[in-house]
């Protein structure tokens, strides 16, 4: 087939899982038998010995390659209500029934475990859960580590921490800190921690065994600088490298704190200039991210983790929503001390994306103090108060509230100081330090919320839709949960799609973004220009950002066009996209979030090596009131949807017709597989992008 005749197949069909939930997969979900269940009951087995007692038939790694025969029109096949019903049967919802679009985009993602339930990287019976999101945080590096960091140093019996690629960094040191602190307080109380770490570093003994058991001498170097056996008395640290050759790369990033709390972020542990988002999930949902996490570290826990036979499930009570966190909202639901309205249920009507979904400023705000919360300051927020916690200077809480007054802190305007020059001053750190911003100030209702937390709700249906690793250099591996939820999505909206993602271009999601624009649905893509260009630009990796862009908009029908709303990542103290190669202002967040309502949020970019290769983890969430306080936040902490809008023909210009200056373009040239191949080398020194 050449590749014209490919292209037009994939304008007509997408691929999918087929239609049923086999009857085997039916008995495997409504089981009681796990990975984390047989390993509760026999310590001593590995988590791949316990796979195989239960699952021997299925393989656990690299995929039956199955495509060709996968195919299902989308014009013709919606899920049959039988099939909605038992695919309600086979999770575990808790108090409240999943919707309709919730399970439409459960029941494909399940049906790809038909043939092999290891594409899933979690056991059937906990792939559709529940659970609670207490805190989201939608910023820069440093504050996603601080949270992290803050977690570590409240652990009481164990953390299992999981990054693609680690790097001896700034942000690296706010763990190391948190980890000495850890032992500290172990050691003060008379416990031990166990700790176990897993990353990504590309090293020539996984072809040979792709999770090996990093020794001390190994990870107490400079290039990881994680501490010695010495320096933390009070923790027992076990570290594993893993990469599945050639080109299945650990890309999931966790983390699970005594298997109560459980957060799932966008980013490595280096230092970038990426926006980058973080979810912490609670309840039962914990004991799926458990079950993953000991699927992806495969060999002998040495020490066990302690929380082994103590799930989730039983914490009963044990949950963020106490009356800490009930005293973050002031009477007008925003952040005690600040103005921006944070709960859902009270933010004013608005259009969700893009150029409409507007500022609604009343005014700009010069100054510190002008305009400011009616609520008087007592919930300590200005940074005398709250000092900023750093790398160098520590400063750990013991729960989520004090954590968002002292990060609010650390945003908000000083003395003489603009609302937006505080942004900058935040955004301005390690690699992008220095970075003038341009943007005209904000009203303090629309300012930068980096930690967005959620008032108190119900346990709602979540479920982990991941793929497993895929080493093989072909792009046959398709059929997986992640990627058959994001063409379910974009199959099953009724109103809008919306899209954040560093990259865009795996194969599949071209054709289908078209349908679903072609089908009156709004698509709204907000991609990062030029992130990873280099790279993607490598034969078989699907182009770099530009030329998807103009693609998909000549790929169009004039009706279609109207529908597809492609934007370049803008941040909130700028007023135009800048190139990701110049590591000033980045976006790394990887969402999806359908007819606002139902999100899939996690590790997983819309780029071939997520698509076809990665280990991915995701989280897909059935709550609007979680997608509601998300796209408002998303719109406060960037400025994409007032200024990063393209032209109908895929390019962005300035008021002056200008484009981006020092950008790609949509022709990368006729050598620009030599980029491509400068690329994959930076994306192995961990200096690309992932």
């Known amino acids: 087939m050449s590749g014209n005749e490919k292209n037009s197949d994939y304008r007509e069909v997408v691929v999918d899982s087929g239609d049923k939930i086999k009857d085997h997969l039916n008995k495997w979900c409504q089981s009681k038998d796990s990975v984390l269940s047989l390993l509760a009951t026999n310590p001593k087995l590995t988590p791949e010995e316990a796979w195989h007692k239960l699952f021997h038939h299925n393989s656990l790694t690299n995929a039956v390659e199955a495509v060709e025969g996968h195919h299902r029109n989308t014009a013709t096949s919606p899920t049959a209500d039988d099939e909605l019903q038992r695919a309600r049967s086979c999770g575990k919802w808790g108090p409240k029934e999943p919707s ?45 580590v601080r949270h992290m960091s803050n977690l570590i140093v409240r652990a009481e019996k164990e953390v299992f921490l999981a990054t693609n690629f ?100 966008s980013n490595n542990i280096q230092d970038n200039d990426n926006l980058e988002m ?10 799926s991210l458990y079950d993953m996490a000991m699927i992806s570290w495969h060999k002998k826990l040495d020490p066990p983790l302690p929380s082994l036979r103590s799930p989730a499930t039983s914490a009963a009570g044990m949950t963020s929503f106490n009356e800490s966190h009930a005293g973050i909202f002031s009477a007008t639901s925003s952040i005690k001390g600040h103005t921006t309205v944070v709960d ?29 919360s009616s609520e008087p300051q007592n919930a300590g927020s200005t940074s005398d108060s709250w000092p900023e916690h750093t790398a160098d200077d520590p400063h750990y809480d013991e729960d989520i509230a004090s954590e968002v007054f002292r990060v ?5 305007a000083k003395p003489n100081e603009t609302v937006m020059q505080a942004v900058t001053r935040h955004l301005n750190h390690t690699n992008s330090a220095g970075c003038p911003g341009n943007a005209p100030d904000c009203n303090r209702s629309n300012e930068m919320t980096p930690y967005i937390p959620h008032p108190a709700h119900e346990p709602f249906p979540i479920a982990l839709v991941n793929r497993a690793p895929y080493g093989r250099p072909n792009s046959k591996n398709l059929l ?34 078209v349908q679903a624009c072609e089908r009156g649905v709004d698509v709204y893509c907000y991609v990062c220009l030029g992130y990873n260009d280099a790279g993607e630009m490598l034969p078989m990796q699907g182009g770099h950002n530009d030329k998807i862009a103009h693609q998909l908009y000549t790929t169009l029908s004039s009706t279609g066009r109207q529908h597809l709303r492609w934007y370049w990542y803008v941040a909130k103290d700028q007023t135009r996209p800048i190139p990701a190669e110049q590591k000033k202002r980045s976006c790394h967040i990887k969402l999806m979030i359908v007819d606002e309502s139902v999100s899939i949020v996690g590790n997983g970019n819309q780029d071939t090596q997520s698509w076809f290769h990665s280990q991915e983890v995701n989280l897909m969430l059935d709550s609007p009131q979680i997608c509601r306080a998300w796209i408002d936040a998303l719109r406060r902490n960037q400025n994409t949807g007032l200024y990063g ?15 981006v200056e020092g950008a790609t373009g949509i022709d990368a040239g006729r050598f620009s597989w030599v980029n491509g191949f400068v690329g994959a080398v930076k994306r192995l020194q961990g200096t690309g992008g992932f």
């Open 278 to 287: 973080m979810v912490q999930v609670e309840g039962p949902i914990v004991d």
């Open 344 to 372: 859902p249920a009270k933010m004013p009507s608005r259009e969700p994306y893009g150029v409409e979904a507007g500022t609604s400023d009343d005014g700009a705000t010069d100054t510190a103090g002008e305009h400011g």
């Open 645 to 659: 809008a393209v032209d109908n023909d895929g390019i962005w210009r300035d008021e002056q017709g200008n484009g």
């Open 166 to 265: 680690w790097q001896n960094s700034v942000a690296s040191r706010y763990i190391t800190n948190a980890i000495r602190e850890l032992s500290r307080r172990a050691q003060a109380r008379g416990t031990r921690i166990t700790m176990k770490i897993i990353y990504d570093r590309g090293n020539p003994r996984q072809v040979f065994d792709p999770h090996y058991i990093v020794s001390e001498s190994e990870y107490v170097g400079d290039a990881v600088a994680l501490p010695p056996a010495k320096d933390i008395p009070g923790i027992d640290l076990q570290v594993m490298n893993y990469h599945q050759p050639i080109l299945g790369t650990f890309h999931a990033k966790f983390m699970m704190v005594d298997r109560k709390i459980g957060v799932i972020q």
């Open 480 to 513: 997986t949960p992640q990627n058959a939820a994001w063409l379910s999505a974009l199959r099953n909206a009724k109103r809008n799609v919306f899209i954040q993602t560093p990259t865009l271009n795996a194969e599949p999601l071209i054709p289908a973004i």
């Open 408 to 412: 609010q802190a650390a945003v908000s």
């Open 100 to 144: 309709d679009l919730f399970l439409k985009l459960y029941h494909d993602a399940l049906c790809t475990l038909n043939d092999d339930l290891g594409r899933g990287m979690v056991s059937p019976c906990l792939m559709g859960s529940s659970g609670t999101v207490p805190l989201t945080i939608i910023s820069v590096l440093p504050d996603i």
